[in-house]
Every structure is written in structure tokens, then in C-alpha cells.
């Protein structure tokens, strides 16, 4: 079973550069999540996709991120524009469920450098 | 506001010797809790996933237990490798909400 791809694994911009990650879950895991992990930290959630909708978007600052999960499957995470505390590794991780009591599988992360 | 507190925050132990790492957790509501190692440069991987009911759960050299009333889980490795070398990190889980914690840093060296 494939897992859950990420893309690009590293990433460098400069502050107000824009950049977008790409990620697609395991085939027809309905749960889809991003999470921003700063270095030092665990995971903190930015965005959850419930199929193709919007459960849980509180801690995304929307101001310069949005993400979108096209036909409840791929999913792509934009900064724009990006500032130096966005230095982080950005992990997507998809569940089979949509009750948060099943098993996160997660990618490997893009990891950003904002110089 | 929904916590979940690790300890230690690092730890070195010799190869083949056991260690415990420590959870506590605020999350209300509690439905689950996982424990995940995430080696350097990778995403986390899931070890354990125990619900509210369970009081452990193990998956190989790693044995997890739960506490429900004192809100308390740990992750036992017995015979430590050098693989085992990574951090390891618990999340407790309840309604949408999943809160992770900061991690223990864990070496293991001959």
C-alpha cells in the first residue's frame, strides 16, 4: 500500500516569496491534515479535510495560508506571503476514518527555510 | 485548553537497557490516545493507539499504558536498539481535536 506522498521534500524562499505544497493521502482515506512542526516542537494542526470539506481550519492563519483538497483527494498548502517564523516542516497526514479515532499515516513533510 | 505534557524532554540510555517515557495529558473530550516515534528527518509513525477503555497496548519491544483517571500514559522500550534512537511523541485525541505533545528525544548508544 502506497503511502501518503509529499511534495517538495525542501523548499528554500526568501521572506514574502509565496510557495505551495503538495500532498496526496492513502487511496480513499477520507480524513486529510496538515500540520506545521517547528522545530523542537510536536505538530500543530493548521488545517483538517473531511472529504473535500473544511472540519477544522481554527489555527490557520489565513491572512497568508489557505489549503485546498481537490475532489476529496490531493490537497495543496499555499503561503503567501511567507514570513521567516514560517520556517518549519510541514507534514499531511490522512486517516480512513472521520471520527478521529483511527490511525494518522503521515508523509515524510516539506521542510521550509524562509531566509 | 486541551495540554498534553512529556517527560522527559531528552534521555540517553545504553544499548539493551530498558526506559520509560512519561505523558500527561489535559484533553477533554478524551477519546484515544496514540503514541508515535518520529526518526530525524521523517514524519511521525504511529506505534500505539489505545481508547479511554484500554489500559495497554503493545506493538513489539514498545508497551504503552494508559491512565484514564490520573490522566497519565507511558511508552516502555525494553531492549533497546540503536534504532530506537528518535523522538517519541504522545497525542490524546477526543471529538475533532488532536492535541500532540512537544516529544522526548530519545539516543540510545553502545
Known amino acids: 500500500e502506497a503511502g501518503v506522498a509529499q511534495s517538495p521534500r525542501y523548499k528554500i524562499i526568501e521572506k514574502r516569496q509565496s510557495v505551495a505544497f503538495w500532498c496526496n493521502p492513502i487511496?480513499?482515506?477520507?480524513?486529510l491534515y496538515w500540520y506545521q512542526q517547528i522545530l523542537g516542537q510536536g505538530p500543530k494542526l493548521l488545517i483538517q479535510?473531511?472529504?473535500?470539506?473544511?472540519?477544522?481550519d481554527s489555527q490557520l492563519p489565513k491572512d497568508r495560508f489557505s489549503a485546498e483538497r481537490l475532489k476529496g483527494v490531493d490537497s495543496t498548502l499555499k503561503i503567501q506571503p511567507a514570513k521567516l517564523e514560517d520556517s518549519a516542516v510541514y507534514l499531511c497526514?490522512?486517516?480512513?476514518?472521520?471520527?478521529?479515532?483511527?490511525?494518522?499515516?503521515f508523509g515524510e513533510g516539506s521542510r521550509l527555510t524562509v531566509l | 485548553k486541551n495540554q498534553v505534557e512529556q517527560s522527559p524532554q531528552s534521555l540517553i540510555i545504553l544499548e539493551g537497557k530498558n526506559c520509560t517515557l512519561q505523558?500527561?495529558?489535559?484533553?477533554?473530550?478524551?477519546?484515544?490516545l496514540r503514541w508515535y516515534k518520529q526518526d530525524t528527518g521523517r514524519g511521525p509513525v504511529s506505534l500505539t493507539i489505545?481508547?479511554?477503555?484500554?489500559n495497554t497496548k503493545s506493538n513489539g519491544r514498545y508497551t504503552a499504558t494508559l491512565d484514564a483517571d490520573t490522566k497519565q500514559s507511558s511508552l516502555h522500550i525494553t531492549a533497546s536498539q540503536l534504532s530506537d534512537s528518535a523522538s517519541y511523541i504522545c497525542?490524546?485525541?477526543?471529538?475533532?481535536?488532536?492535541?500532540f505533545g512537544t516529544g522526548t528525544q530519545l539516543k540510545v548508544e553502545l
Open positions: 489505545m481508547t479511554f477503555s484500554e
Open positions: 505523558c500527561n495529558y489535559t484533553v477533554s473530550p478524551f477519546s484515544n
Open positions: 497525542e490524546g485525541g477526543g471529538g475533532n481535536k488532536l492535541t
Open positions: 497526514a490522512s486517516s480512513p476514518g472521520t471520527q478521529n479515532t483511527g490511525e494518522l499515516f
Open positions: 487511496s480513499g482515506h477520507a480524513t
Open positions: 479535510f473531511q472529504n473535500n470539506g473544511v472540519v477544522d
